[in-house]
């Protein structure tokens, strides 16, 4: 995705915030790839992610408002659609029953096993692991929430978010050198 001009940005934006179709299509195409990476990464499958794209980018475009254009827009962005997430997991409840006594980390993958990855081939590991645990491996690694942030944002015990990162890394971990003892 190539850097939007900040001048166009702003044009598009007020576009947006005036209802102008047009604009909303260029602001969705520009943001598009961005915006479904962060889906698919919280997702099960393609379908998911397409749903959280649609919830995603309508709340873009109904609270522009709310978008303080001294910060960057991206990141503004990016934080409509973890939420989004959030939103869609809750939603759904589709959390498995989860033990907080278990809060030992794995040891850590080889990198030898993460160089030779492709990126659709670790998007597809992260989407196999059950919900709960996708969840908070993903806002704990890929975002950086701390432990507290994903249990006030998910309404789980702090125990459970440390336990769920853990059981996430371990199932990764095992399907990683299931692949490394096939390749």
């Known amino acids: 995705m190539a850097k939007l001009d900040p001048v166009l940005l702003q044009k598009l934006l007020l576009g947006c915030r005036q ?3 047009q604009s909303q299509k260029l602001l969705y195409q ?3 790839g961005l915006a479904m990476s962060i889906a698919l990464r919280y997702a099960a499958n393609l379908e998911e992610a397409q749903e959280m794209l649609n919830d ?3 709340k873009v475009f109904t609270k522009l408002d709310k978008y303080d254009s001294e910060k960057p827009f991206e990141l503004w962005l990016r934080r409509i659609f973890i939420n989004t997430a959030i939103d869609y ?3 759904h409840q ?6 907080s006594l278990d809060t030992s ?3 850590a993958v080889e990198a030898s096993v993460w160089g030779e990855m492709n990126e659709k081939v670790l998007l597809e590991l992260v989407q196999g692991l059950p919900p709960a645990y996708r969840m908070v491996f993903n806002l704990f690694v890929m975002e950086g929430f701390k432990h507290e942030e994903i249990a006030a944002q998910l309404g789980i015990q702090v125990g459970t978010s440390k336990s769920n990162l853990a059981k996430a890394r ?3 971990q095992k399907r990683l050198k ?3 003892r096939i390749s």
Do not use: Y
Request: proline content about 11%; charged content about 25%.
């Open 170 to 172: 371990r199932l990764l």
């Open 19 to 21: 209802g102008d179709r």
């Open 178 to 180: 299931l692949i490394e």
């Open 105 to 107: 980390l794995p040891p």
């Open 56 to 58: 995603g980018f309508l």
């Open 30 to 32: 520009q943001f598009f």
């Open 89 to 91: 997991f809750r939603r």
């Open 94 to 99: 589709r959390q498995t029953p989860t033990s």
